[in-house]
């Protein structure tokens, strides 16, 4: 990992309109790189809106594509962007991923895992899920990306973490029913305490960002944060508005938070293989 500096932008997007995002998408990359960004984050499905149901077929790219993604591709000889889309897949899936443009050029990733059907939620009926979850070689360095209710699932940045990313990106679409502001709101301050023990437990940096605005009836709370490896919240956005944070990423707190405590360095990744073998053996036999 490199010292460098993330912006995160927390945005709003527009149901089923790709070309309108992209041009959002690229008026907010240009202040973020005005301000020394080497890497620009935005939410889950930024690209395409949240709730698009089965508008999802007519915004499903492959992140290659030149046409669609033209702008993003060219911003990205400057600074890194890593957004949510609809992706199409060789065998016409489609999944809710992340795609990431650098150097000129983009790709896919990250599928996510889990997409959730209860509640408010009905992701499962429009998205196929993912089936890997490995760390990726950067511009910035080694990092994991996960998407929403992905790191919800501990085993996910669990595994990140042991496959070599120092720093955990998660993009977010998470909701809440209010209809307005308010000084404090529950969800946040939950997903907040998650972030801060998960940094502290993987001695990694926890960079989540959340989206805003109103779709269905449902709104986008924001809030999106980074968080140091020893589970300080270094940055943070408001609630419920658009808003652009940066901060700076320094690997020497990644190595500084496992000297100091060695719980990461000491995990015993056979130990987890062995017993998880005999938890599913004796899942399988119905035990």
């Not at 496992?258 to 017993?275: A, C, G, K, Q």
Request: aromatic share 8%; charged share 25%; with cysteine.
């Amino acid at each position: 990992m490199k010292k460098c500096t993330v912006a995160l932008a927390q945005v709003d997007s527009s149901i089923g309109d790709l070309g309108k995002n992209v041009k959002h998408h690229s008026e907010i990359i240009g202040r973020a790189q005005v301000g020394g960004a080497d890497l620009v984050v935005f939410p889950e499905l930024s690209l395409s809106g949240y709730s698009i149901k089965d508008l999802n077929w007519n915004v499903a790219r492959r992140p290659d594509d030149d046409a669609a993604f033209a702008p993003l591709i060219k911003a990205s000889r400057e600074s890194a962007i890593l957004c949510g889309g609809v992706e199409e897949s060789s065998a016409y899936a489609l999944y809710n991923a992340a795609f990431l443009f650098e150097k000129g050029s983009g790709r896919s990733i990250h599928r996510k895992i889990y997409p959730p059907t209860y509640g408010m939620f009905e992701e499962s009926r429009y998205f196929s899920r993912g089936t890997t979850v490995r760390a990726s070689d950067t511009c910035i360095g080694r990092i994991g990306v996960l998407i929403c209710e992905d790191l919800w699932h501990i085993s996910l940045p669990y595994l990140l973490a042991l496959d070599g990313a120092e720093v955990i990106i998660c993009l977010s679409a998470s909701p809440t029913r209010l209809a307005g502001k308010q000084e404090e709101v529950n969800i946040a301050r939950i997903n907040s305490e998650q972030h801060r023990a998960l940094a502290r437990l993987l001695s990694v940096y926890i960079v989540f960002c959340n989206r805003v605005g109103f779709e269905d009836g449902i709104n986008f709370w924001g809030g999106s944060e980074i968080v140091s490896p020893d589970g300080e919240v270094v940055a943070k956005a408001r609630l419920f508005e658009e808003d652009l944070i940066f901060a700076e990423l320094d690997p020497q707190l990644v190595r500084r938070a496992r000297r100091l405590s060695r719980h990461f360095l000491d995990e015993d990744v056979n130990l987890t293989l062995n017993e998880l073998t005999r938890i599913r053996s004796a899942l399988d036999r119905g035990e």
